[in-house]
T-cell receptor
Framework: QKEVEQDPGPLSVPEGAIVSLNCTYS??????FMWYRQYSRKGPELLMY????GNKEDGRFTAQVDKSSKYISLFIRDSQPSDSATYLC???????????FGKGTRLSVIA | GAVVSQHPSRVICKSGTSVKIECRSL??????MFWYRQFPKQSLMLMAT?????????EQGVEKDKFLINHASLTLSTLTVTSAHPEDSSFYIC??????????FGAGTRLSVL
């Protein structure tokens, strides 16, 4: 079993839809959780950061962490064509260990 | 968020030449930087961890003599691909770590070896 599992998609939704992206993980030591957005041929851009369990909201984006289920989610409300990108979940056990990434989910928002 | 500058963004070189890629943290100091490689439609593959003032730590299967990493200051790490060959063609991305395990990424360098 991989440490981090993420459905690669592709996921295609109409403009304005609510998008749900998810990752599961197996390492119970993970406590730092991040979501990155990567456009084609660009470096990943940090979208959301959560420490331990809970929810965090930033504009149209909401990140949720459920450590009991080892499950994290990213919700995008009112999706826009500009949200079309690959979304990577990432996590680590401490501030000093490298991030472990999911494979990324390719999202297309159709106008 | 913090800014990481990576240069150059695109390199085309002949087989056998060496290529240097620079990664700079512009508005913060980074004791630890990372170098990744990414193939099309795949996730990031960690190549090495670069620590300021000490030798880099390479992941299993990454040739340290092939991919030379230097982290001479708190704001600069370099990756040199020595004697590049077509199979080294890839997208290379650096990142710098800040507090809380957050990593900020550069824009990436697309290397094409002819």
């Amino acid at each position: 079993q991989k440490e981090v599992e993420q459905d690669p998609g592709p996921l295609s939704v109409p403009e304005g839809a609510i998008v749900s992206l998810n990752c599961t993980y197996s390492n119970s030591a993970f406590q730092y959780f991040m979501w990155y957005r990567q456009y084609s041929r660009k470096g990943p851009e940090l979208l959301m950061y959560t420490y331990s369990s809970g929810n965090k909201e930033d504009g149209r984006f909401t990140a949720q962490v459920d450590k009991s289920s080892k499950y994290i989610s990213l919700f995008i409300r009112d999706s826009q064509p500009s949200d079309s990108a690959t979304y990577l979940c990432a996590m680590s056990g401490s501030g000093n260990t490298p991030l472990v990434f999911g494979k990324g989910t390719r999202l297309s928002v159709i106008a | 968020g913090a800014v990481v500058s990576q240069h150059p963004s695109r390199v085309i070189c002949k087989s056998g030449t060496s290529v240097k890629i620079e990664c700079r943290s512009l508005d913060f100091q980074a004791t630890t930087m990372f170098w990744y490689r990414q193939f099309p439609k795949q996730s990031l593959m960690l190549m090495a961890t670069s620590n300021e003032g000490s030798k880099a730590t390479y992941e299993q299967g990454v040739e340290k003599d092939k991919f030379l990493i230097n982290h001479a200051s708190l704001t600069l790490s370099t990756l040199t691909v020595t004697s590049a060959h077509p199979e080294d063609s890839s997208f290379y991305i650096c990142s710098a770590r800040v507090a809380g395990g957050i990593q900020y990424f550069g824009a990436g360098t697309r290397l094409s070896v002819l």
